[in-house]
């Protein structure tokens, strides 16, 4: 796999996880809860945007 596309993937999977972190962050805090659909929607569209993203800028700042 080209090392391009792995660290993209890669920074996928850390932006979904930071998002679930960031989103349970506020739920605690708050105490506003989410419904289930609307917390996988958004993680799978920060899941997607992320690498997509992160592809796109390393080959503007290379």
């Known amino acids: 796999m080209n ?3 792995k660290a993209s993937l ?3 999977v850390v932006g979904a ?3 679930l ?4 962050g506020y739920q ?8 289930v659909p609307v917390i996988v929607g958004t ?3 920060v ?3 992320t690498p997509i993203l992160t592809h ?3 080959g503007a700042l290379d």
């Open 3 to 5: 090392p391009r596309v």
């Open 43 to 45: 993680t799978l569209v």
């Open 21 to 24: 972190v960031l989103l349970q």
């Open 56 to 58: 796109i800028a390393h």
């Open 17 to 19: 996880l930071a998002f």
């Open 28 to 35: 605690l805090v708050t105490g506003y809860r989410y419904s």
């Open 47 to 49: 899941a997607i945007g």
């Open 10 to 12: 890669l920074w996928g």
